[in-house]
């Protein structure tokens, strides 16, 4: 008997060390003790069941047989690769000199830079009044990790990780399966990260959370932000030697920091704790221009996450910073670009938009309409009709990203508010003129240029005329009244299907817009038994995570992978 006792104890104790030396390896999605979250952990475990297996697993894979992403670690770059070496044996900063008197052995800052070795941006010199003295040139550069949320924004998420190309050594990509307003979503990443993002896979630590959201509020954002640090790195530690002095940068996906800014940090020391960064902030795209600054901690190394924030990423966009970087320089040290993807996106930003924020736009059906997304896109309109932006048209280093610059032929529609996303364009073809759907395919995105006059037109016909509005408009019109219909809380169900639907169902594929109402059903077949029985219903979508139907009046379809959808159904008959 106590034998059997002792050999009980031994296997408990070995389990347990088990758990402690890989539980973040495994079981990383379970209930947290801390932070408190309200965490059903069998409905999450459901969920997650019931979603589609990623990329590459096993059909009915569970979401703890799923592999972990492979990390591999990253070589510091040293100090001699950014520097050339003169004749004197002084370094001189190789991007910051002259190329013509840096070949004759001389270090000539070029314009925008300075210092004794050129190394020195206009920022950094416009945020320090004694950058003279402060600076000195590390002996061993140190890691970058840049950290952000992800939902969707996959364009941009591509022009973040080629920003800093070279420059970041490790990548937390934080990703919810729950969306800000509490609505469950497909991990997107899983979709585009073994052909896209290969290019940067392997520097990425992709942070996976499962935990179901307590509210419908911007704490639900918040959350995603925090495990950055939390969760995340600790799962980077597995990877890397991380540094106390090793830069952490936390922001969202959709501000970006000039890349020489962060160059500098990584090369030079001196600066103290934490630091904001001023960006320019634009919306849309980088074309239409808000005026005021966007103005944000972002900053700080890793001794001071653990040791101050307590590993908090939220508390890191919470604090007061030592300096704001490129406050006084006319272009900011980066770019913030809200609403900057495919204007059929914006409504899943919409519907996934949290509460609590004032009036909740996506509450409102007329929102959701394709051409009234474009057109207010190309008018630089804000939902409730109101224009603060002015059109910024100069074609300078600053106008966007150097990567995005480059690629302009995939990327045009976020430089030129004139030229439409490839889905956007084919979308409004079928519209108009009865095309099959069409499916696109998320890693080759193109930028077909659109007819501003033939845009002019539709848009005139959306708004009334007078598009573009000659200044702010003040004060905005009153938001139309909420429709509960699109909240899954106030939801009225239909009545029970009467009738058995006759459908043509498509596997993992959407209509966007159109809603009638919604249900929960069990399968996308009682999906379009429901549509069968309601007036007016001649499609639906079915989202497989929730057992969402959605019923619809008109059938525009979009791209799989760029949607929450797992089915769609055409009604052929009713039997």
């Known amino acids: 008997m106590n034998l059997r006792y002792v050999l009980i104890a031994i296997v408990l104790v070995t389990l347990i060390t088990l758990f402690r030396e890989h539980g973040n390896l495994v079981f990383d999605t379970s209930c947290p003790p801390a932070p408190p979250v309200l965490c059903d952990c069998p409905a999450v475990q459901a969920a997650i069941a019931s979603q589609p297996p990623s990329e590459g697993a096993a059909a009915g894979a569970t979401r703890a047989s799923l592999p972990e992403p492979t990390v591999e670690k990253a070589r510091v770059r040293p100090a001699q690769e950014w520097f050339s070496t003169l004749p004197s044996g002084a370094p001189c900063f190789t991007n910051g000199a002259d190329p013509e008197k840096l070949a004759s052995g001389e270090c000539v800052c070029r314009s925008g830079w300075a210092g004794d070795d050129c190394g020195v941006p206009s920022v950094i010199q416009s945020s320090y009044a004694d950058w003279q003295t402060r600076f000195k040139r590390r002996q061993t550069p140190i890691r970058v990790y840049d950290c952000f949320q992800f939902a969707k924004?996959?364009?941009?998420?591509?022009?973040?990780?080629?920003?800093?190309?070279?420059?970041?050594?490790?990548?937390?990509?934080?990703?919810?399966?729950?969306?800000?307003?509490?609505?469950?979503?497909?991990?997107?990443?899983?979709?585009?990260?073994?052909?896209?993002?290969?290019?940067?896979?392997?520097?990425i630590v992709h942070l996976r959370l499962f935990d179901k959201p307590p509210t419908a509020t911007w704490e639900n954002e918040n959350f995603v932000r925090n495990m950055i640090g939390v969760r995340g790195l600790p799962k980077l530690r597995k990877v890397v030697d991380v540094s106390p002095d090793d830069l952490f940068i936390v922001s969202d996906l959709d501000e970006l920091i000039d890349r020489d800014v962060v160059l500098f940090l990584k090369l030079y020391q001196g600066y103290e704790e934490t630091l904001g960064v001023s960006y320019r902030w634009t919306y849309y795209g980088f074309f239409w221009v808000n005026p005021h600054r966007?103005?944000?901690?972002?900053?700080?190394?890793?001794?001071?996450?653990?040791?101050?924030?307590?590993?908090?990423?939220?508390?890191?966009?919470?604090?007061?910073?030592?300096?704001?970087?490129g406050r006084s320089h006319p272009d900011g040290a980066g770019w913030h670009c809200g609403w900057c993807m495919p204007a059929?996106?914006?409504?899943?930003?919409?519907?996934?938009?949290?509460?609590?924020?004032?009036?909740?736009?996506?509450?409102?059906?007329?929102?959701?309409?394709?051409?009234?997304?474009?057109?207010?896109?190309?008018?630089?309109?804000?939902?409730?009709?109101?224009?603060?932006?002015?059109?910024?048209?100069?074609?300078?280093?600053?106008?966007?990203?150097?990567?995005?610059?480059?690629?302009?032929?995939?990327?045009?529609?976020?430089?030129?508010?004139?030229?439409?996303?490839?889905?956007?364009?084919?979308?409004l073809l079928e519209r108009q003129s009865g095309l099959a759907p069409f499916f696109a395919e998320v890693g080759s995105p193109r930028a077909p240029a659109g007819s501003d006059a033939e845009l002019q037109q539709m848009c005139d016909r959306i708004f009334g005329g007078g598009s573009i509005p000659a200044a702010v408009q003040a004060p905005p019109p009153p938001p139309p009244p909420a429709l509960p219909f699109l909240s899954l809380e106030a939801a009225a169900?239909?009545?029970?299907?009467?009738?058995?639907?006759?459908?043509?169902?498509?596997?993992?594929?959407?209509?966007?817009?159109?809603?009638?109402?919604?249900?929960?059903?069990?399968?996308?077949?009682?999906?379009?038994?429901?549509?069968a029985s309601t007036q007016s219903c001649t499609a639906f979508a079915y989202v497989a995570v929730g057992k969402a139907c959605w019923l619809k009046s008109i059938e525009i379809s979009v791209a799989a992978t760029l949607v929450d959808a797992s089915d769609c159904g055409r009604l052929l008959a009713q039997g």
């Open 344 to 427: 059929i996106d914006f409504g899943m930003k919409l519907f996934f938009a949290p509460s609590g924020d004032g009036f909740r736009f996506g509450d409102v059906a007329s929102n959701y309409d394709h051409e009234f997304l474009v057109c207010s896109r190309w008018a630089g309109r804000w939902f409730d009709g109101s224009h603060d932006g002015r059109e910024h048209t100069a074609d300078s280093q600053y106008v966007a990203p150097p990567y995005l610059l480059a690629n302009r032929d995939r990327f045009g529609y976020l430089v030129d508010r004139r030229r439409l996303s490839h889905v956007d364009m084919v979308m």
């Open 153 to 203: 924004e996959v364009d941009m998420l591509e022009i973040r990780l080629a920003n800093l190309e070279g420059i970041a050594d490790y990548r937390i990509l934080s990703e919810s399966a729950w969306s800000a307003h509490g609505d469950p979503k497909t991990m997107y990443f899983e979709l585009v990260k073994d052909s896209r993002m290969a290019r940067w896979r392997d520097s």
């Open 493 to 531: 169900p239909p009545s029970a299907p009467s009738k058995t639907g006759n459908c043509s169902i498509s596997a993992r594929c959407d209509f966007a817009g159109g809603d009638i109402s919604h249900a929960t059903t069990d399968d996308a077949q009682g999906c379009c038994d429901l549509c």
């Open 294 to 325: 966007t103005n944000l901690p972002a900053i700080c190394t890793v001794r001071y996450l653990t040791e101050e924030l307590g590993s908090s990423g939220q508390r890191v966009r919470n604090t007061n910073p030592s300096v704001t970087l």
